[in-house]
């Protein structure tokens, strides 16, 4: 079975109210880059990030109906869509997948109106600044919660979907307010991280093989501000190595910094004060010891400036979406 982890740039961008694919010349290209993506690739789930919207106030606007629109259009295998809470934007969490190969289910777990580990979809505490003092924060992006019941008779699964708080800073007016928005930011992130970190441990106390996948807007090394926490959000996740049986693996491995950045890398963006641009590996997909690779390389960033993989789709892949899928594939 073939994973895959895929943000695709402003997805809701490219349907009309009715949730119907558009027409114009914009969309169809992005439509098309991402088919001949996915063709290609040939996952047989993809957890999406930047999804298409669900309005909750007039219930216009549907994720489900839009992906599931999607892929009828392409005549894409990957023709079913499933979501969890929807989110306080327009960026939705969703996947789609081939329902010949598996029926997902949405399984929050958490327990209502608890304060360290509730639903998604509530209020959650943590002391994020080490002041002994628990901090209240709300996922602005419900992590999706999936049961996964696999075709074949193979084990059952269970998956997380996540969009974890960006870093960016677009407003900071000098270094002092740069300085202030850059470690609240990472506390966010580490907040929505340590929930999600908290889930996973609820999932392996139950003995559940278990899979997080997603944006999660960081990487070992990726900021100065990291290591005042001695940790990235992406380790967070991964879990304590006191415990090495609990450890999510990340079958991409350690990333290299290099002239243009990180290595392998997902994504890229713009240095505030050098202005170059920087390659960053954001986009993961972690197993726990229950999975069995496929393979000596079961993963694989599909970057086509650093993968012999993904070099012969590198103008498809840079039309579909400004980040790099990411797959993992599992026995």
């Not at 327990?111 to 943590?126: S, V």
């Not at 600044?129 to 699964?157: N, Q, S, V």
């Not at 940790?231 to 006191?242: K, N, P, T, Y």
């Not at 726990?288 to 393979?295: C, D, E, N, T």
Request: proline share 7%; net charge negative; charged share 25%.
């Amino acid at each position: 079975m073939r994973l895959m982890s895929y943000n695709v740039e402003w997805f809701d961008d490219h349907f009309e109210s009715d949730n119907t694919p558009k027409t114009t010349a914009a969309s169809i290209k992005v439509f098309d880059a991402l088919t001949q993506v996915i063709n290609a690739i040939d996952p047989d789930m993809i957890g999406i990030t930047e999804g298409p919207n669900t309005t909750t106030t007039t219930g216009n606007r549907s994720t489900i109906a839009a992906l599931e629109n999607f892929a009828t259009a392409q005549g894409l295998r990957q023709s079913r869509a499933i979501m969890g809470y929807p989110s306080a934007g327009r960026q939705e969490i969703a996947v789609l997948y081939d329902p010949a190969l598996m029926t997902p289910t949405h399984d929050p777990g958490g327990r209502p109106g608890a304060k360290k580990n509730p639903p998604f979809n509530e209020k959650f505490e943590i002391d994020s600044d080490a002041d002994g003092i628990r901090e209240i924060y709300r996922h602005y992006r419900p992590p999706l919660e999936l049961k996964i019941t696999r075709a074949d008779g193979g084990a059952d699964f269970w998956m997380m979907v996540v969009h974890a708080k960006s870093k960016g800073i677009f407003n900071a007016t000098d270094r002092v307010h740069y300085e202030r928005t850059s470690e609240r930011n990472r506390r966010k992130l580490f907040a929505e991280c340590s929930s999600i970190r908290r889930r996973v441990e609820e999932w392996l106390d139950q003995d559940r093989p278990t899979i997080v996948m997603g944006d999660i807007n960081d990487g070992p090394g990726f900021d100065y501000y990291e290591g005042r926490f001695g940790r990235s959000a992406v380790e967070l996740i991964m879990g304590d190595l006191f415990k090495p049986d609990d450890i999510l693996r990340n079958y991409i491995g350690e990333p290299k910094f290099g002239r243009y950045g990180w290595e392998p890398s997902t994504a890229r963006f713009r240095d505030l004060f050098t202005e170059s641009h920087v390659n960053a590996l954001i986009d993961h997909i972690m197993a726990s010891r229950h999975l069995v690779p496929l393979g000596a390389d079961p993963a694989t960033v599909w970057n086509p400036y650093q993968s012999d993989a993904a070099d012969p789709l590198k103008r498809v892949l840079l039309d579909a979406s400004d980040h790099f899928p990411v797959t993992l594939d599992i026995a």
